[in-house]
């Protein structure tokens, strides 16, 4: 069973930062790919973030380009959101997914797995 543990969300001033973290357990993840999801009130989810672990490719939502980097650490199945320069507009529920395969893809549909979700809350 995949389980997907987020931490390091929580509440900063616009122009602040913040790093979060998605702890993976279950599987062997070299053939996953993994991201970060948000949903903001009365706002459709969107994609953020992915990466895949065979290759290290990465994929940006358009309004976090520049801003938000992924990583990851193979070692610790961990992937990073590491998110400069927050504006209110990133405030959201952010959650950590993933998917068998190598493709990153921006569809939240595609994801198998969900974490529970950590809050971030930019204020201005």
């Known amino acids: 069973q995949v389980q997907l543990v987020e931490s390091g969300g929580g509440l900063v001033q616009a122009g602040d930062s913040l790093r979060l973290s998605c702890a993976a357990s279950?599987?062997?993840?070299?053939?996953?790919?993994m991201g970060w999801f948000r949903q903001a009130p009365g706002k459709e989810r969107e994609f953020v973030a992915g990466?895949?672990?065979?290759?290290?490719?990465?994929r940006y939502g358009d309004s976090v380009k520049g801003r938000f980097t992924i990583s990851g650490d193979n070692a610790k199945n961990t992937v990073y959101l590491q998110m400069n320069s927050l504006k209110p507009e990133d405030t959201a529920i952010y959650s950590c997914v993933a998917r068998l395969g190598t493709r990153v893809s921006l569809n939240g549909n595609e994801y198998g797995y969900w974490g529970q979700g950590t809050q971030v809350t930019v204020s201005s």
């Open positions: 279950g599987r062997t993840f070299s053939s996953y790919t």
């Open positions: 990466i895949s672990w065979s290759g290290g490719s990465t």
